[in-house]
Structures are given as structure tokens and as C-alpha cells.
């Protein structure tokens, strides 16, 4: 990600960007572990 | 998927402990040991099926009949299970399961028995076959990669913390995928929709849960694809991609270009290609690599509708194509921009329509879906 943004941005911006960007997904990683409705399962499709 | 976890930190702990000259032989028996653990009757077939690969493959060159030979054998057994699954399923008996991952590495093993036939493939040493196909990142559920970038890699990897990030940021995302976008915003947040507007609005109700299903689909498998590949990167390999944003597409072709690539590239090197030489007839050969696709999935009339729907929408929009030098041609870029964003919207629909063929059981409740939605 922080390529992907690097290519398009000055490096100050891309590292607040991409820092915001995993912090986001660790957020989302963690929920995931106190909410069961958001659990990693296996979904019979 | 702890224990997958598990087996994961103990793959890539001691694969990079251990001398450099012990690493491929790790990597081939800690991937027989979660079979073995996992899935006995897989790593039975599967050693089977590399003994066989590796016997067959070992002249060079290679003579055709061999070549079909083991990849009949091979076929013959793939089918084997998938018809026992559909028989079950035909009796209501829902207990056998396909043996881990067959249908994956028996399309990695055709590959690379036809590859060492056409002789774009020199014999290789039993370990690197192996390596090859006792992969844990890609046994369970893909991507089918194929034999050249993996010896590529198999030959240069090194240490590279660079890769090693890479990877870790595609697990992140894979897990992120399936657990929060699709079991929690789309499983559930759609759901309760779904349930809202069952009452007052039933087409719009079954419509939504026809999108639903398709959404799940891609965010299910593509977060596996990206666990798998970010599996292969912790290992030093680059694993081949198996979505390209599909549901962006402006046709069914493009499609088919960017959703699991590694099987509809499989088909394409080895079933279209091939038809096309014999027959030399695009259409027929559209529709026999969709067949494939659908019948790879499950040997059923549900999967064979579906490949059949996908087929004939491709040598739909082939035919298309021989008729667009005579419509007029769009100058306006505004007007450009409204036709791809009705392509896309129409493509996404043609695919999840598809899908409601192979996700209700019979083909009258997918009938009584199209109603629901068309007849409210």
C-alpha cells in the first residue's frame, strides 16, 4: 500500500495515509475478535 | 482457521530456522503432515498422483501416450470423487466431502504433465516436483499456480523482509475480507435489510439477497486467494493472483479475465487452446472451457447450467464484437463514461444472476428467484 501511495504522493503524506490505513485494518482485526458476528468463518456459499 | 494458523507459524518459523538445504524438504513435509493430519485419503492421492507425475514425466521427450495416460488416470480419479459427492447429495446424505484440495493439485499435476509433453518444461528432480505440489499455501483452496514461476522462485528466493511485509499485509487484508466485509457488512448488515423489506417490497427483498450472495462469493474466495498468496510471500514465492477486481468489468469475457484467473487460465491453455486447434471454431471452444469451469466446481446440472450460461454469454458478447464496427462510434467522453458504467452494471448482474443457478438447490427454485425479482 505504502508503494501504491508513494507513487502518487510526496512521502509525508503517503506515510500518514498508509499509518491511518493500518490502523484502520488492525481496528477492524480486532473487532473482529470481540464480535462474533464478525468472527473469521467459513461461509457455506 | 487457528489451527491453520498454527500450521502456518510452524511452516514459515521453520522453513526460515533451518539450512537453506533442508528448506524444500520442510516445506514438502510439513504439507504432507497437515494432509495427513487434516485429510488422510488426500495425502494418499496426492502422493499418489506426484509418484505417478514424476514417474510419467521423468522421459524426455515425452511421448503422447503417456502424457494421456496419467492425465486420464488423474481426471478419471477427480471425477471419481466428484460424482460420489453428487450422489450423496442426489440420496440427501451430505457426510462425504471431496478429498482436501483434489480438485486443485489434479489440475496443478495435468498442468505440468502437459507442459513436460509439449516440452516447455525440462524434467526436474523429484523434490522440486514436490515442492511444487505439496505447497501448503495453495493446497487447500488455490490458486492452481503454475510450475514455471514457482521454480523461478523456487531457485532464487532469499531472505527479503520487503516480501515478507508484503505478505503480512495480505493476510491483513484476506482476514479483514471474510471477516469483517463479508460475514459482518454483507452477511449481516444486508441481511437485516434483506428482512426490512421483505414485508412491503419482496422483489427488492429477493433482489438484494441475489446481490448478497454474489458479493459473499468474491469476498470469501478472494480472501482466501490473498491469505494464500500472502502465505507464499512469507515463503519467499510469488503466487500467482486470482481476482482483478471482477465485478468492475465491462463485458463477461473481461470478466472471466479477472475472476479465479488461475482456473480460467488453466481452461484457457488447455481446453480452449486446445479446442480452437481442433475445431478451430472460438464459440465451441467458449463454451466448452465454461463447461469445464462449471463442471471443476461440482459434477451437477446445476454447475453445468452455469457453465452453460457463462459460455453462451461469451460467444454472445464474441459475436457482439463482430457487429460493433458497424454501430457508430461514441466521440463524447461524458457519453463514453455513462456506456462503461452501464456495462459494468450490466455485466455484474449477467454474473450474479449466474450464480443464483448453483446457489439454490434446484433449478426451479432458481427459476421461482428470477420470478420473485422480475414479476415482484
Known amino acids: 500500500m505504502y508503494a501504491f501511495l508513494r507513487k502518487r504522493l510526496p512521502a509525508g503524506p503517503a506515510t500518514v495515509l498508509v499509518g491511518i490505513w493500518y490502523a484502520l485494518l488492525i481496528v477492524l482485526v480486532l473487532w473482529s475478535v470481540v464480535e462474533p458476528q464478525a468472527e473469521f468463518r467459513y461461509v457455506k456459499l | 482457521m487457528l489451527s491453520f494458523v498454527g500450521w502456518m507459524v510452524l511452516t514459515v518459523s521453520g522453513y526460515w530456522l533451518l539450512p537453506e538445504r533442508l528448506r524444500d524438504a520442510w516445506l514438502s513435509g510439513v504439507s504432507f503432515a497437515f494432509l495427513l493430519t487434516h485429510a488422510p485419503l488426500s495425502a494418499v492421492i496426492l502422493l499418489g498422483f506426484a509418484l505417478a507425475t514424476y514417474y510419467f514425466t521423468r522421459p524426455d521427450p515425452m511421448s503422447g501416450k503417456r502424457a494421456l495416460a496419467i492425465c486420464a488416470a488423474i481426471v478419471f480419479v477427480l471425477i471419481y470423487y466428484k460424482l460420489q459427492i453428487s450422489i450423496e447429495f442426489a440420496d440427501a446424505l451430505t457426510t462425504v466431502a471431496i478429498p482436501l484440495g483434489l480438485s486443485y ?5 495435468v498442468h505440468y504433465v502437459i507442459e513436460r509433453y509439449k516440452g516447455t518444461l525440462a524434467p526436474h528432480p ?53 471477516a469483517f ?10 441481511n437485516r435489510l434483506v428482512t426490512d423489506l421483505n414485508a412491503d417490497h419482496p422483489a427488492a427483498s429477493v433482489y438484494l439477497s441475489v446481490v448478497k450472495g454474489g458479493l459473499n462469493g468474491y469476498l470469501q474466495f478472494s480472501g482466501y486467494s490473498d491469505i494464500a498468496i500472502g502465505f507464499g510471500l512469507l515463503l519467499g514465492y510469488r503466487i500467482m493472483e ?18 479465479h484467473i488461475s482456473l480460467s487460465s488453466w481452461c484457457r491453455d488447455y481446453v480452449y487452446m486446445v479446442v480452437i486447434a481442433l475445431a478451430r471454431r472460438p464459440a465451441l471452444a467458449a463454451v466448452a472451457s465454461m ?8 459434477l451437477s446440472y446445476r454447475y453445468l447450467l452455469w457453465g452453460l450460461y457463462n459460455g453462451i454469454g461469451i460467444v454472445a458478447w464474441q459475436q457482439f464484437q463482430r457487429l460493433k464496427p458497424l454501430l457508430p462510434r461514441v466521440e463524447s467522453p461524458a457519453v ?29 427454485q432458481a427459476l421461482a428467484v428470477y420470478r420473485s425479482i422480475f414479476e415482484g
Open chain 2, 105 to 109: 493439485y489434479s489440475f496443478r499435476c
Open chain 2, 126 to 178: 523429484a523434490g522440486d516436483l514436490w515442492s511444487y505440489l505439496f505447497f501448503l499455501p495453495t493446497l487447500l483452496a488455490g490458486p492452481i499456480h503454475r510450475f514455471g514461476p514457482f521454480h523461478r522462485d523456487m531457485k532464487r528466493r532469499g531472505w527479503n523482509p520487503g516480501l515478507l511485509a508484503e505478505g503480512l499485509e495480505r493476510i491483513l487484508y484476506g482476514y479483514v475480507k471474510i
Open chain 2, 181 to 190: 466485509l463479508s460475514n459482518y457488512v454483507v452477511s449481516q448488515g444486508l
Open chain 2, 242 to 259: 486470482n481476482f482483478n477486481w471482477p465485478f468492475l468489468r465491462r463485458n463477461i469475457a473481461e470478466f472471466w479475465g479477472s475472476w
Open chain 2, 291 to 298: 463447461l469445464v469451469i462449471g463442471l471443476w466446481h461440482e
Open chain 2, 336 to 364: 463514453a463514461r455513462v456506456l462503461h458504467g452501464a456495462s459494468v452494471v450490466l455485466t455484474f448482474h449477467f454474473v450474479i444472476f449466474g450464480f443464483v443457478l448453483v446457489h439454490e438447490p434446484t433449478l426451479g
